[in-house]
């Protein structure tokens, strides 16, 4: 008779996985939202009080400290994220994707607002597509190349090659064939394909071994 006890605790586990990947989007969701609401309070803060003076009826001096403001912290964040994602533990992350789409949606919302007031609105559309493309480009080159998702997939234990769910200790994707595992060639342990050395032995992998 086959027990269905371990099939029941990796679906639970699971289950939690994904309740938890829940709550970090909806975290996730809060963390930017208060950011872009407390960028925004700074911009008038600064604009009506602190420098009340220097900006006094000028509208153009008034909007130079917002978008100041708003471009400064949307480069600041993205800048603060470019290396932090790669080799960060699970709460880095979160925070870090946080500063990642505040940075991306202040950048786009500030870029949109200014063209619109500044610009002529044939040259306003144009200007706010660029600075889509550029967004998308520029995620895609930073933290959606194939070798960052490869990696996520694998943390998450599945597929680097189709995204299916990989079964415990498995050496082949049971989907589309990709090898996925090998054993160690010094005891025989499990050696996953992001393992750096064995945690039955403790060899290192050889460089540019499969």
């Not at 699971?14 to 911009?43: H, K, M, P, S």
């Not at 889509?132 to 996520?152: G, P, S």
């Not at 597929?159 to 079964?167: E, F, K, T, Y």
């Not at 499990?190 to 071994?209: F, K, N, V």
Request: with cysteine.
């Amino acid at each position: 008779m086959t027990s269905t006890q371990p099939d029941s605790r990796a679906s639970s586990l699971t289950d939690d996985a994904l309740q938890w990947t829940r709550l970090e989007v909806a975290f996730t969701a809060g963390i930017v939202g208060c950011l872009l609401f407390a960028t925004w309070q700074l911009g008038d803060l600064l604009a009506r009080d602190w420098l009340a003076g220097w900006v006094g009826e000028s509208e153009l001096r008034e909007d130079l400290v917002y978008y100041g403001v708003a471009f400064t912290a949307a480069l600041a964040a993205l800048g603060g994220t470019t290396r932090s994602l790669a080799h960060a533990g699970r709460f880095r992350r979160t925070v870090g994707r946080s500063l990642l789409w505040y940075g991306a949606l202040l950048l786009i919302s500030a870029s949109g607002m200014g063209a619109i007031e500044y610009l002529p609105e044939v040259a306003a559309g144009l200007f706010g597509a660029g600075v889509l493309i550029a967004a998308v480009y520029v995620l895609q080159q930073r933290y959606f190349t194939r070798e960052r998702i490869r990696r996520r997939r694998l943390r998450n234990d599945n597929c680097p090659q189709c995204g299916s769910d990989l079964r415990p200790e498995a050496h082949h994707c049971s989907q589309c064939g990709r090898r996925v595992g090998k054993d160690c060639p010094e005891c025989g342990g499990y050696l996953g394909r992001s393992d750096r050395y064995c945690a039955d032995c403790g060899r290192e992998r050889a460089e540019g071994a499969p």
